[in-house]
């Protein structure tokens, strides 16, 4: 009898705009026995509060198929909160065409105002993810773990390399690149 060795896990499903579907995996995974899946739940990077948010998030979406992750190091380490939201929103008048524009009720009008409403929202949350990295550099509480001279796990301040920030799409990046 041949051999199989799949790896897969539907929450890293990351290429759906290559047309992946997790479906495949989760039908091929149901063929296979019990005692022949090895699960992999382990996390070696991310804190227990990081894990708790994923697991909370993920199992909500996702129902009894979620298999929760849970930390190699079960001590959280930096401070919490680990999860910041900045949302980026506009004012009820905000969201309102000009007059001279609420004149103008062709197709082409209200996808112009749509445009500038969406331009103006990414160029504010921009500004505040600006902001929020600003403050992050500029404060001296260790939140990144790194290992010292002696090769003990420590805490370090954040550096410019520490922060990422994942874009849905790069159509858009200029606003947040300035």
């Known amino acids: 009898q041949g051999r199989s060795f799949m790896v897969g896990d539907e929450k890293q499903s990351i290429y759906r705009f290559r047309r992946s579907d997790p479906g495949v995996f989760d039908r091929l995974r149901a063929e296979i026995p019990e005692r022949g899946r090895l ?10 509060a990081v894990l708790d948010f994923v ?6 979406g996702m129902g009894a198929s979620y298999e929760a992750l849970t930390p190699f190091a079960t001590v959280q380490r930096s401070p919490v909160p680990a999860i910041e939201f900045l949302f980026a929103t506009f004012d009820a008048q905000e ?8 004149r103008d009720t062709s197709e082409a009008g209200s996808s112009e105002a749509m445009r500038a409403n969406a331009h103006e929202l990414r160029m504010r949350e921009a500004d505040w993810i600006a902001r929020r990295c600003a403050s992050l550099l500029a404060d001296s509480t260790p939140r990144i773990r790194a290992k010292d001279a002696s090769g003990q796990s420590t805490l370090r301040r954040v550096e410019p390399g520490d922060i990422v920030i994942l874009f849905r799409a790069l159509s858009s990046v200029q606003e947040y690149e300035t």
Do not use: G
């Open 55 to 60: 697991n909370h998030l993920f199992s909500a």
């Open 95 to 102: 969201t309102t065409p000009s007059a001279e524009r609420s």
């Open 39 to 48: 699960p992999l739940s382990v996390n070696f990077r991310s804190q227990p």
